[in-house]
């Protein structure tokens, strides 16, 4: 496929906020794609080149790329650096610069999908001697190859900043549309019902087709391979597997106990909800797999839960869902999860990081179990069998702490047992529930102390003056509506002023620049990665932010390293903690 007929799509899609519009230009681009041989084309269209569930990444950075186009265009990096200050887009960049190209090149784009993919995936396997080089060689080639349109969208994706607002769902509705029924076909096949019946009949349907596509992509995170499935009518043939991570299941938040039992039900059972990160841990022939709630594969991180693993649950193959928390080695005492979190993107010095910060494993949940999945069966039975598979030992691996109970009285006592061991608070599940990778669908909530919080991701930030002079110190946050990220306020409290007090400036400093898209005077765009716990007094309505609310004296308490902007807190929970307390 040309990349032209990609590139029109995105400038059709870029040139829309309608999210309807967006989903018929990409469906109408998806029937087009089912004749295609290559279906690895549609992670293009989210500026992607592998699964979601695949960790590679390409690693290109701007400076590479200013050479690569140095090289294509033949214009000198200074003043590609200088467009790139005043355009703040280094797309934009690349397409005046391929417009004025001074080196002699065909007239016309023969530039392929596939040959786009073949590139750029190679990038992310380049190592030793000689791999600058051979990097800008391959991004140059493509960008001698492209149009001037081609060359934005191009270098946006090299970069990972596509920018043109195709998010999962977007893409989800769209392989209904073009795989699935169309409302148009449904018209048809219900033209015999009275209007009010035929309207239900087909919200229903697409309803129903839709929840399809999202629970396939919840198992597999593979968009190519949901929509080869889609096309084929075979959604429900998509699987979990032990080789592959997928998304856990996730909880809203409950203000009490009543609402607890209204929303999950009497009986339930309540769990401690443990101050640490989600692990799925996968284990089959090949050996044993850990994969954060991010999706990345850290088995190397913790080869003391792989032993654990090994030493204490019985089964030939197995996927586990469970929290791990840090103790501290001579008290026994449990830690916050801040005090741990770096070993989650450790690469060096693992064994001296296991030995200091030690961490238990509790295991609340199993998906898979000697190749048959659970998914569909009752929590309940999901976990009978845990408490059949687990050989308990405290400080290394054991089932979570539960109880079952249609008295709001004894929740509350687990719960102040809970947060007397350090713990957040506790979670209240539906017995009879099945497994639903990736939702927040009612089947749990969780119940935490009085301190309102929510996990948010930094979008925007300011370097500070004075003594803070070369440091970001104020940073705007985010949380997400559909497809959409919508500002909620400016956090500049709760970090320190030294490293070795906790998390600083300088440390947040350090780890956004690198995500840093644009600059404007002291404002910078930060690429939306990094999740952050942010503390506040109440919410209040405000036109300033595009969320139409601000946190009221917020305060960064903690970062989320195991969470991803789609973790994050939705506008829904904002909205409902707002009229909570209004």
């Known amino acids: ?84 200050k005043k355009l703040g887009d280094l797309g934009k960049v690349a397409e005046e610069l391929v417009k004025e ?40 080639e493509l960008l001698t190859s492209s149009s001037p349109l081609e060359a934005r969208y191009l270098t946006r994706t090299i970069l990972g900043n596509l920018r043109v ?5 977007i893409l989800r509705d769209a392989i209904v549309l073009s795989c699935l029924e169309t409302k148009e076909n449904l ?11 035929r309207l239900k009949k087909i919200s229903a349907e697409t309803k129903e087709n839709a929840e399809l596509v999202q629970e396939a992509y919840d198992k597999a995170n593979d968009f190519a391979l949901v929509f080869e499935q889609a096309c084929k009518k075979k959604l429900k043939d998509v699987a979990i597997s032990t080789e592959k991570p997928l998304k856990v299941m996730l909880f809203q938040k409950a203000k009490d106990f009543e609402e607890a039992f209204k929303r999950v039900g009497k009986p339930a059972a309540f769990e401690f909800k443990y101050d640490g990160f989600r692990m799925l841990i996968h284990k089959d022939s090949k050996g044993v797999r850990i994969f954060t709630r991010r999706l990345d594969n850290v088995s190397n991180q913790f080869p003391d839960v792989v032993f654990y693993i090994k030493k204490h649950v019985k089964g030939r193959s197995f996927i586990l869902d469970s929290e791990a928390i840090g103790y501290d080695p001579k ?10 979190s770096q070993r989650i993107k450790r690469k060096y010095d693992i064994e001296k990081l296991v030995k200091e910060l030690p961490i238990e ?33 405290k400080y290394h691996l054991k089932l979570a702490e539960q109880i079952t109970t249609s008295s709001e009285k004894d929740a509350e006592k687990f719960f102040r047992q809970a947060v007397k061991e350090g713990q957040e608070g506790v979670m209240a599940k539906n017995l009879e529930a099945p ?20 996990d948010l991701v930094i979008v925007k930030a300011e370097y500070g003056t004075g003594k803070r002079a070369g440091w970001l110190t104020s940073f705007t946050v985010a949380c997400k509506s559909g ?37 404007k005077g002291r404002e910078v765009e930060i690429k939306p990665k990094l999740v952050v716990t942010v503390t506040y007094q109440n919410i209040q309505k405000s036109p300033k932010y595009a969320s139409g609310f601000a946190l009221r004296f917020p305060r960064f308490t903690r970062l989320r390293p195991d969470r991803s902007p789609d973790d994050i807190a939705t506008l829904n929970e904002i909205k409902k903690e707002y009229e909570a307390t209004h």
Request: aromatic share 8%.
């Open 483 to 519: 497809d959409k990220l919508l500002e909620v306020g400016k956090v500049s409290t709760g970090l320190k002023e030294k490293e070795e007090m906790g998390l600083s400036y300088r440390g947040m400093s350090k780890k956004l620049k690198s995500l840093i898209k644009t600059e």
């Open 361 to 393: 494993v509790n295991v609340f949940d199993i998906l898979y179990y000697n190749g048959k999945s659970l998914l569909k069966e009752p929590f309940k039975k999901r976990r009978a069998l845990l408490r059949k598979i687990i050989k308990n030992k």
């Open 165 to 169: 607002g195709i998010g999962e769902g």
């Open 331 to 340: 008290t026994k005492k449990y830690k916050p999860f801040q005090s741990i």
């Open 1 to 84: 496929m040309k990349y032209s007929e990609l590139v029109k799509v995105y400038k059709e899609i870029a040139s829309t906020s309608k999210t309807l519009e967006k989903t018929k230009i990409l469906a109408e681009f998806l029937k087009k794609l089912k004749k295609e041989k290559n279906k690895d084309i549609i992670y293009l269209l989210r500026g992607k080149v592998f699964p979601d569930y695949d960790e590679r990444e390409l690693g290109i950075s701007t400076q590479l790329t200013i050479k690569a186009l140095n090289k294509s265009t033949g214009h000198s990096a200074k003043e590609i650096v200088k467009r790139f």
């Open 101 to 140: 190209k001074k080196q002699k090149t065909l007239s016309s784009s023969k530039l392929t999908c596939e040959k786009i993919l073949q590139n750029l995936r190679k990038l992310a396997e380049i190592t030793g001697a000689g791999t600058v080089e051979r990097r800008i060689s391959l991004i140059s």
């Open 187 to 197: 018209e048809k096949r219900f033209s015999g019902l009275q209007k009010s019946e």
């Open 435 to 454: 497994y639903k990778p990736g939702s927040r669908v009612g089947y749990g909530v969780k119940i935490k102390g009085e301190e309102n919080e929510f």
